[in-house]
């Protein structure tokens, strides 16, 4: 998984229910043991919060995500080092390389979102790039199951369990379906954004897989987190870390975009 906390402004949403006394699903887990259970109680309060038929039958059919779990556990590892380590392991060079090609090949594209967002290239295409290659790596795992078991799993599942609220509800809507894949950790589409941050801020249908759509979704999230226009991705690191929390992700992004948009 490449980003740690999208989307931070949901764990606080969940922490609201809690005190206005929402009962959050069954208690958590740290194994399959009492997935099912826990999924029955869960259908109750997503239903209590707008859950539809769609998206209760998605719950309904998701399965306790053992290779979430294994990723979930080795978060920490993929954000250690100093930050040109990490820029070696992600392949910074050949991001750099292809995402100033893309630049030029996608000019209009990147013109009419800058115009529309305030937000330069430069950090669509390294997030784009770091995320998934430039679409090449979405990721197969079933997204309802993966963000369900977060929600489940003992270790953050007040930050995923309005995720996984919102994946049911984007079921709803036709934005994803039950069988729909993407990362380990429920992120979808080129960026990956996890599915609370697609109700937010994602534009148009919030189809995701499509790039156009996704990369004005993310500029779109960016200027939600307060990128400012004019100062370049190095004047913008809060609006980075809306994105991701680790600070070698924060700054080998930010070096990237740098790198393409001088180019």
Not at 164 to 169: E, G, N, P
Request: with cysteine; aromatic share 8%; charged share 20%.
């Amino acid at each position: 998984m490449a980003l740690r906390a999208k989307g931070k402004v949901f764990a606080a949403a969940a922490a609201l229910l809690l005190l206005t006394g929402a009962t959050q699903a069954a208690e958590c887990g740290k194994s399959a043991a009492g997935f099912d259970q826990w999924k029955a109680d869960f259908a109750q309060q997503a239903q209590a919060e707008g859950v539809k038929g769609r998206g209760l039958a998605a719950l309904e059919g998701a399965t306790y995500a053992t290779a979430t779990i294994r990723a979930d556990r080795a978060v920490k590892k993929a954000f250690s080092g100093s930050v040109e380590d990490f820029m070696k392991r992600r392949g910074a060079a050949t991001i750099i390389s292809r995402g100033k090609s893309m630049k030029r090949a996608n000019a209009a594209l990147f013109n009419r979102i800058e115009s529309t967002y305030g937000v330069t290239p430069g950090v669509l295409l390294a997030i784009w790039g770091m995320e998934t290659g430039f679409g090449a790596a979405m990721g197969k795992q079933n997204t309802v199951s993966a963000i369900v078991t977060l929600a489940y799993d003992c270790r953050r599942p007040e930050f995923f369990y309005p995720h996984a609220i919102a994946a049911l509800k984007l079921v709803d809507r036709g934005a994803l379906t039950a069988s729909s894949v993407g990362a380990m950790h429920g992120e979808i589409g080129h960026t990956q954004f996890l599915p609370g941050n697609v109700l937010k801020y994602g534009v148009g249908g919030a189809n995701l897989r499509d790039k156009e759509t996704a990369l004005a979704s993310t500029a779109n999230f960016l200027k939600g987190h307060g990128w400012q226009a004019g100062v370049g991705a190095e004047g913008n690191m809060g609006a980075i870390a809306g994105w991701n929390s680790a600070s070698v992700y924060q700054q080998a992004i930010a070096r990237i975009a740098t790198a393409i948009d001088n180019d």
